[in-house]
């Protein structure tokens, strides 16, 4: 029993806030960061004899979730009180689809390096948000709690898997993945720090090659990729090490303390909730006609494992790269655009890749705010590709171009960084250098390849990087074959 290898299966319900103005129930902004209590009315507030109205932006933004995950959207789904107490829930219970959700039986698909991964989707169902509780620390005289009702009603789905997942790593991925999707589509912000989008993770272990589920733990409120990753692998460890020990897992609900890295016990089985369910008599059941249906998804835009495919196929880029330039629609169009206009896919995902995330990532910005044309850009590798600048020049050039709009044409007469080309100066340049580095001569000469690198480097540097590196190889492999 002692090595045993477990295997680990894992299922995630993930919450997304849906990007509507206003609550699935009331007219109040679902803006985050305003004052405590400001958007608050008696809907929301969950007062008697306040009446529910659907917001069907709200019901649209779920469809297109559901639809991006493959699923069905039920022409008919019910919303249903689910009763307990909390303080942050003043009505004493969350309105929320249970029985019959918004949609079904769905599906994620992306590749991996070693294969394609498929998670499938049991569903995605509409829900609203609960309040938020601020504990004030404090001695025992002024400990209190703080109640925040802005996030009230704001509208969610949750979206459950199949316990389809095998690692706490492969967990982490399909929940970028998903992340992005929902982006893409514009349904969530993605915005994990301020809880838009957060998970609870189920986890069982069981001996490997079984195939019935072992117990699982529920571990709660998981709002980082990395917090989700290490939540999994502290909970299978501590699985593991119970069952090796000869004690049951106990099925309950956890929390991922963030401090102490590790997770801890909220509530057993034994007080596990009975909700109550039953249908909401204040709201009708939803009602989504075909052609609502077949509507939005044609508005659906391309997802981020498509938009990859098609840059392979489109470009001949390696899915490395395509992976990379996918990351968001933005980062995808604006690499397009310079590809158009350089004329020449390589050197435009190279540079997107390089120099432009590069600098982006100094500034601390995305690539909504680059401060270069993707027309300007292409220019620039035009230029490189017709032999006008060196490549390493034209680095010079591009941060001369970023944040100014200067042009690269300009920038390279009035800084005179055109490419020398001329093979009577250079090889008085080669010339110079060949003579002021014995060592790196006679290295060379003894077989040493790597020194010609350092003598094209001291051209180079001669010529402030306007050499043309294939011309000053060349006499420079010339120069030392003469002399010998
Ligand atoms: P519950 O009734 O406790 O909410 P569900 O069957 O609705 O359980 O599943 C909730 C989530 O837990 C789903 O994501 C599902 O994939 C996952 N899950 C269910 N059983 C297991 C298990 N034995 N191990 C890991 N995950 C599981
Ligand atoms: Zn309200
Ligand atoms: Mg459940």
Known sequence: MGDTPFEPVIGLEIHAQLLTDTKIFCGCATRFGAAPNAHVCPVCLGLPGALPVLNRRAVELGMRAALALSC?????????????FYPDLPKGYQISQYEHPLATDGEVRYAEDDGERVVRIIRVHLEEDAGKSLHAAGGDADRHTHLDFNRSGVPLI??????????????????????????????????????????????????????????????????????????????????????????????????????????????????????????????????????????????LPELPEARKQRLVRQYGLSAGEAGQLADTGELTAWFEAV???????????????????????????????????????????RMVDGGVVSGSAAKTVFERMYGTGRDPAEIVEAEGLAQIGDEGRLREVVTRVVAANDDAVSRFRGGNEGSLGFLVGQVMRETRGRANPRLVNELLRRALADDA
Request: one cysteine or more.
């Open 72 to 84: 069905t959207v039920q022409a008919r789904s019910i919303f249903a009180r689910k009763n307990y």
């Open 158 to 299: 949750e979206i459950v898997t199949h316990p389809d997942l095998r690692s706490p790593a492969a967990a982490a991925v399909f929940f970028t993945r998903l992340r992005g999707i929902l982006t893409t589509i514009g349904v969530n912000d993605g915005n994990m720090e301020e809880g838009s989008l957060r998970c609870d993770a189920n986890v069982s272990i069981r001996p490997a090659g079984e195939s019935a589920l072992g117990v699982k733990v529920e571990v709660k409120n998981l709002n980082s990729f990395r917090f989700l990753q290490r939540a999994l692998e502290y909970e299978i460890h501590r699985q593991t090490e119970a069952v090796r020990a000869g004690r049951r897992v106990e099925q309950e609900t956890r929390l991922w303390d963030t401090a102490a890295h590790r997770t801890v016990s909220m509530r057993s089985k034994e007080d596990a909730h009975d909700y109550r369910y039953f249908p909401e008599p204040d709201l009708p059941p939803v009602e989504v006609s075909e052609a609502w249906v077949a509507e939005v998804a044609a508005a």
């Open 339 to 381: 590809s158009a206009a350089a004329g020449n896919a390589k050197a435009a995902a190279n540079w997107v890749m390089g120099e432009v995330t590069r600098r982006l990532n100094a500034d601390g910005e995305e690539i909504g705010a680059v401060g270069v044309s993707p027309d300007a850009l292409g220019r620039l590798i």
